[in-house]
């Protein structure tokens, strides 16, 4: 047979194989579509067409694992707001006042419009624009409260020792979302990053692993000036975040060019090594404890994994979360949907994948990070609630002048038994070194 006949018989079926695969692709396809288009016009519930699909897209993503979901037109605003670490609002939290049933004001945020305005911690805010707040939920409320850049909403506000209740107008305005949070704040909303009972530790809270969070903790551990003989890094209730922001911040404490996380995909090839460099932030001399729970996850356990493997730093508290699977983002409708898919497993430098799904399988507590020895703290629920609604309180009280304007309020350190125990043993540290030096 002449060669042109057999090159063209190749391509022949080349081209059969392609039209067969993409047949195949469509043929369910047209099967979803078709099957859309029936529930959409004979189920005894109705349901419009892009709540069929944001369900399948949930459906099917749902097979995976836990991480992977479909986030819709609906939640894309906020998603993008959590990762950018900004919103549109006017600066507060607030929550619901069952009692009053109404909006109670938990904390406005230093220097945004809502504290320029005047509102204050435990105003009730019986009214948005005209419209009651009785019976709203806190979800519904928040989104009365966000609106445009630049618009104003009007709050009817009842404060305690007022007779009657009165209007506050705030101008609505881009409310960043701060991810480092220190011991107390000071008058001028700024945070103080030392330890109020101990100003010879330095303590830092990140919340989350956003796009402004290595910078944040990089400008925090710069104001302590190196004036501080320990540090407290506490990684508690954060689920984790951008991967870039996890390896960042772990080469502020580390100082050598050392694995900090290696992510393979699903058959076990490396897509990527991360390495800290020689730079550091935090005297690689001083002391560091960081502090975590079961709700330390994903971004958290990166960096904890990273700085117990190469003994930066003790690990205190309880085992970790175990999240060890990165999540891709994927644009699906341009600005309106995201495809959040887990693509690979990151590994510490140890060598150990830490995700509970695939741990569990070989040995069931060996998921997560997990303490030191001897520096594991377990807490009951109710010690749990106690040091939550301790630190709320201290997030809400300022320093002024060194002093404590609730003199009355129990020490933070005796209330948490797990900063307690990474006090404790950054003091023997200390102490130690103290007697070393003649």
Not at 23 to 35: L, P, V
Not at 188 to 211: H, M
Not at 260 to 271: A, F, M, N, P
Not at 297 to 306: N, P
Request: contains cysteine; negative net charge; charged residues 25%.
């Amino acid at each position: 047979m002449p060669v042109r006949n057999l090159v063209f018989i190749g391509l022949a079926t080349i081209v059969s194989l392609a039209c067969y695969s993409i047949a195949a692709r469509n043929r369910y396809a047209s099967i979803f579509s078709e099957a859309m288009d029936i529930v959409r016009t004979e189920a005894l519930v109705p349901k419009s067409e892009r709540e069929l699909f944001n369900a399948a897209m949930n459906g099917m993503l749902g097979i995976l694992d836990e991480n992977s979901t479909f986030i819709a037109h609906d939640q894309f605003e906020t998603f993008n707001e959590d990762l950018n670490q900004q919103f549109v609002g006017v600066g507060m939290t607030v929550d619901r006042d069952e009692e009053r049933n109404a909006l109670r004001v938990i904390s406005p945020i230093p220097g945004t419009p809502a504290y320029k305005a005047g509102l204050r911690v435990d105003d009730r805010i019986l009214e948005i624009d005209g419209m009651t707040t009785r019976d709203l939920s806190q979800q519904d409320a928040i989104k009365r409260i966000r609106g445009p850049r630049g618009k104003p909403v009007l709050f009817l506000v009842e404060r305690a020792g007022e007779e009657s209740p009165f209007e506050i107008e705030v101008v609505r305005d881009a409310i960043p979302v701060p991810s480092v949070y220190g011991d107390r704040r000071r008058p001028d909303g700024t945070w103080s990053f030392v330890l109020q009972d101990d100003p010879r530790i330095g303590y830092i809270r990140l919340l989350q692993f956003g796009k402004r969070s290595t910078d944040e903790l990089r400008e925090a551990i710069q104001a302590l000036d190196g004036k501080i003989d320990a540090f407290i890094l506490d990684l508690r209730y954060n689920p984790g975040g951008l991967l870039d922001a996890a390896v960042d911040i772990s080469d502020m404490f580390i100082g050598r060019e050392v694995p900090v996380v290696e992510t393979q995909r699903r058959d076990g090839t490396v897509v990527r090594r991360r390495f800290a460099t020689s730079k550091t932030e935090l005297d690689p001399d001083i002391p560091v404890v960081v502090i975590v729970n079961e709700y330390s996850a994903s971004a958290s356990e990166i960096v904890a994994a990273c700085l117990q493997d190469h003994k930066r730093a003790v690990i205190v508290g309880k085992q970790t979360w175990g999240k060890g699977t990165v999540q891709d983002l994927i644009t699906l409708e341009p600005n309106r949907s995201v495809l959040r898919l887990t693509t690979a497993s990151y590994w510490r430098p140890s060598g150990q994948n830490i995700d509970r799904t695939v741990r569990q399988l070989e040995a069931p507590d060996q998921f997560g990070v997990k303490p030191n020895k001897d520096f594991e703290v377990l807490l009951s629920p109710g010690e749990m609630t106690a040091i939550g609604r301790a630190r709320n309180e201290r997030d809400q009280t300022v320093i002024e002048d060194g002093t404590v304007t609730d003199p009355d309020q129990p020490s933070w350190i005796g209330t948490d038994l797990p900063l307690k125990r990474a006090v404790d043993h950054l003091h023997s540290l200390i102490n130690s070194r103290a007697a070393a030096i003649p």
